[in-house]
């Protein structure tokens, strides 16, 4: 898997995955911050955008950041 640089605004989040722990992010933040971000979301194509598979506080971190792109792995689908 390569890792790629995605525009933020290009990733959709799945309802799922939006319960976000409010008082991990900004400490998340000053780490990507001062460290870069150490691992890369998790996500997969669908539908003209990309699907949040991992990653929803490094997301949020980096939007907090004013970042325009994060990197990421683009994972396939599960197969139900």
Same mark, same amino acid.
């Given at each position: 898997? =390569? ?6 605004? #290009?990733?959709?989040?799945? +309802?799922?995955?939006?319960? %976000?722990?409010?008082? &991990?992010? &900004? ?5 990507? %911050? #001062? ?8 996500? =997969? #194509? ?5 699907? *949040?598979?991992?990653?929803?506080? =490094? ?5 907090? *950041? ?10 396939? +689908? =599960?197969?139900?």
């Amino acid at each position: 898997m =390569r890792i790629v640089d995605i525009k933020i605004d #290009e990733i959709y989040i799945p +309802a799922a995955k939006k319960a %976000l722990r409010e008082d &991990e992010i &900004e400490p998340l933040a000053e780490d990507i %911050l #001062e460290n870069g971000l150490q691992n890369p979301i998790y996500v =997969r #194509e669908g539908k003209g955008r990309y699907v *949040l598979q991992e990653g929803a506080h =490094r997301l949020a971190a980096t939007k907090m *950041l004013g970042e325009d792109f994060i990197a990421a792995k683009i994972v396939q +689908a =599960r197969k139900g």
